[in-house]
């Protein structure tokens, strides 16, 4: 494969490589998919209700994935409700904290409690007094979907207020994000026993070596699960850049410049704001478009 370089005085529209070496029309089946017409039916005589059965009755079973809601209190004042999958919450409150603004760096949180409930979690944390006032400007209503990252924002006033930080654009030639990309199933446990349910999000160097990833229900969720992992293991932002399984929405590009990342790739292609804000901050933003190709948009 010939090394491509993609730096940041690379064109927009350029072409970088075919989504999967010998085949420029499809993407790799994320599961085992092996027919057009396969069906699937609730096997009644489990008694796992999280296990499906094939109409074929093959052995396969698909871990049915839970989407739960988590209260997020700071400083003991109920803040914001989302939906998301019940693990790596720790990493998820941090991550949500640093990409919404609350706070600049993790030495501001005290996370105090993670716990079960009997309709949900609740992830109890402390701030430092200095982000209160940045706490009530991002005050969201009491739901946040799954597939939203706006959902329960009060105003449109909070949405155009928001600018996108400056960042160094990331320079990354197409053998590293290719080997990114190649690695990145081996980190999706929970998306291969749930049959391709969950987002994933990853964090790899600028040789193209995955260094953590994280699944959730939300793909916004995701990523921030991985940069709320990558401030609690003290991981600099700036040596490498983020891949996504979903499509490039807006709030996946203001994530990744708030917490000073470079680079973001996803397996999907990209709205119009996203591009623009891309643009507007200096990110590198490389996406699968229709043709099976990815494309660099800023």
């Known amino acids: 494969m010939a090394h491509m370089p993609l730096s940041a005085s690379s064109p927009p529209d350029l072409t970088i490589a075919p989504s999967w070496p010998g085949d420029s029309n499809a993407a ?9 017409n396969r069906a699937v039916a609730i096997n009644s005589n489990s008694t796992d209700a999280d296990t499906d059965t094939d109409a074929n009755g093959d052995n396969d079973t698909i871990q049915l994935q839970p989407e739960v809601p988590a209260a997020l209190v700071f400083n003991g004042k109920s803040y914001a409700v989302m939906m998301t999958s019940p693990h ?14 609350i706070i600049r760096h993790v030495g501001q949180i005290t996370i105090r409690d993670i716990r079960s409930t009997l309709r949900g979690y609740v992830l109890e944390a402390d701030l430092d ?17 799954s597939g939203c990252g706006l959902c329960g924002v009060q105003s449109l006033e909070t949405i155009a207020a ?9 320079n990354m030639a197409q053998d590293v994000v ?8 081996d980190f999706q446990s929970r998306n291969k026993a749930g049959g391709g349910l969950l987002h994933a999000s990853a964090f790899a160097t600028a040789n193209g070596t995955i260094v953590l990833a994280r699944e959730d229900i939300g793909r916004h969720n995701a990523i921030d699960k991985v940069l709320g992992a ?8 700036a040596s490498g850049f983020i891949l ?44 699968r478009e229709r043709r099976g190709l990815f494309r660099r948009f800023a």
């Open 178 to 185: 290719l080997a990114a990309i190649d690695a990145l199933p």
């Open 244 to 287: 996504m399984t979903s499509r490039c929405s807006y709030e996946i590009v203001i994530k990744t410049v708030q917490c000073g990342i470079g680079g973001l790739v996803t397996l999907s292609g990209p709205t119009l704001t996203a591009v623009n804000l891309a643009r507007q901050a200096g990110l590198t933003l490389i996406c």
């Open 28 to 36: 790799r089946p994320m599961i085992d998919d092996r027919t057009q």
């Open 162 to 170: 928001e600018t996108p930080h400056k960042v160094i654009a990331a």
């Open 88 to 101: 790596d919450l720790d990493d998820f409150i941090v991550g949500f904290c640093l990409s919404e603004g």
């Open 129 to 145: 007094e200095d982000c209160l006032d940045t706490l009530d400007t991002r005050q969201r209503s009491l739901e946040g979907r």
């Open 230 to 237: 990558m401030a609690r293991q003290n991981i600099d932002p």
